[in-house]
Every structure is written in C-alpha cells, then in structure tokens.
T-cell receptor, first 114, second 114 residues
Framework: EAQVTQNPRYLITVTGKKLTVTCSQN?????MSWYRQDPGLGLRQIYY???????DKGDVPEGYKVSRKEKRNFPLILESPSPNQTSLYFC?????????????FGQGTRLTVV | AQSVTQLDSQVPVFEEAPVELRCNYS??????LFWYVQYPNQGLQLLLK??????LVKGINGFEAEFNKSQTSFHLRKPSVHISDTAEYFC????????????FGKGTKLSVKP
C-alpha cells in the first residue's frame, strides 16, 4: 500500500530534550516536506527536500532541522524543543519536482512540549 | 508571494443541504489550486485540483470547485452533504513553475448536522 508513515503519532516531551520525528514513504517520491498545523493558522511549511541531500527552508524553519540521506526518509529534528513547538506535524511527499498531481500526507504527529 | 484566504472558519449545515466553502487567493503569477480534506485524527487527502483547462473541476465524494480567474476564487461546492462530510477543508495554491510548495489557507470546519 502506498503511504507516508510518521512516527511517533503522539509525543510528550520536556523543554530542551532533543527529539526526532521520522517520516518514510514507499512511493519513490523525490519531493518531501514537513508542515506544522496550528489552530486558526492552517498548515505552514517547515522544510522541504527536492531530492537526496537537497533540502531548503520553508516558511517557519526556526528551531527545526532536517536531513535527506535516503530517498524514502525525511526525519524532522528538534534539537532543543520549546513549548511554542507544541503542534500537529505532517510529513508529505510528491512524485517529482514540479509535479502537481498530488501530495500524499502522513497521519500526523501530535507533539506536546512541556 | 502567494496567499490564500478561506473566508469562513466554520460552516454548519444540515444533512442533504447544499454547501459552498469559499476560497480566495492572491498571486501575481499563475498558480495551481487545490482542495484538501482532513477527517478527524487523520492526515490530509486531496479532494480535487485545478491545473489548467476547464474551470469546473470535479473531485471525489461529489465535490466540485470552480476556478474564477477574474475574482481570484476557487470555491468548493457540494449539492447535498452527508454526515460523513464533516471534516476540515483546506484550500491551497502552488505557484506555476515552483518546486511544488503548497501555501495553505487556515481551513474551514464543515459540520453536518442530522
């Protein structure tokens, strides 16, 4: 089954404790991205990657890091989480650069930073 | 830069009634337009998209949208809604020729009542 898998689905952590949210897709997509969803703000892009070893900042990159060492994986790293990073996070992938047929989204990761 | 405005944050409607969810965008260049749906506790799923051609676009679950370039709108419609349509709906744009980055509106929560 074609899918984007995020882990964990739910996470509660403390301020300053490094964490990684994993994202994996099995569709051989080149383009992957991370969004955060906050009430009343919709989805805002954090980082995106056009291919292996190619990443770039989205609209709200502060406090986040990403890496793209393999085509299928695109982890989101919070080096020192803060309460304002409490949010619902989505990973998405698309078939290829500039292809607008569809973006496939993961189920989401609800992160709470206390 | 592009921006998306969803004019209604919440739309309550009775079952079998028609519904229209409004979306306006701002862009100085050509864009692609999308509607995504998010059911409770799930990721986003593509409802329909406008890339080019006919301005009336039909999507899944009986939804359709009409692209109006002069009014920079892309309103979503369904002639008769069901309880199962209760969800949050997001309008999104992507600049033609971009890397496919999606700019989302803030979402409209559709609540269908029996």
């Amino acid at each position: 089954e074609a899918q984007v898998t995020q882990n964990p689905r739910y996470l509660i952590t403390v301020t300053g404790k490094k964490l990684t949210v994993t994202c994996s897709q099995n569709m051989n997509h080149e383009y992957m991205s991370w969004y955060r969803q906050d009430p009343g703000l919709g989805l805002r892009q954090i980082y995106y990657s056009m291919n292996v070893e190619v990443t770039d900042k989205g609209d709200v990159p502060e406090g986040y890091k990403v890496s793209r060492k393999e085509k299928r994986n695109f982890p989101l790293i919070l080096e020192s989480p803060s309460p304002n990073q409490t949010s619902l996070y989505f990973c998405a992938s698309s078939p290829r650069l500039g292809d607008h047929t569809e973006a496939f989204f993961g189920q989401g990761t609800r992160l709470t930073v206390v | 830069a592009q921006s998306v405005t969803q004019l209604d944050s919440q739309v309550p409607v009775f079952e079998e009634a028609p519904v229209e969810l409004r979306c306006n965008y701002s862009s100085s260049v050509s864009v692609y337009l999308f509607w995504y749906v998010q059911y409770p506790n799930q990721g986003l799923q593509l409802l329909l998209k406008y890339l080019s051609g006919s301005t009336l676009v039909k999507g899944i679950n009986g939804f359709e949208a009409e692209f109006n370039k002069s009014q920079t709108s892309f309103h979503l419609r369904k002639p008769s809604v069901h309880i199962s349509d209760t969800a949050e709906y997001f309008c999104a744009v992507s600049r033609v020729g971009s890397q496919g980055n999606l700019i989302f509106g803030k979402g409209t929560k559709l609540s269908v009542k029996p």
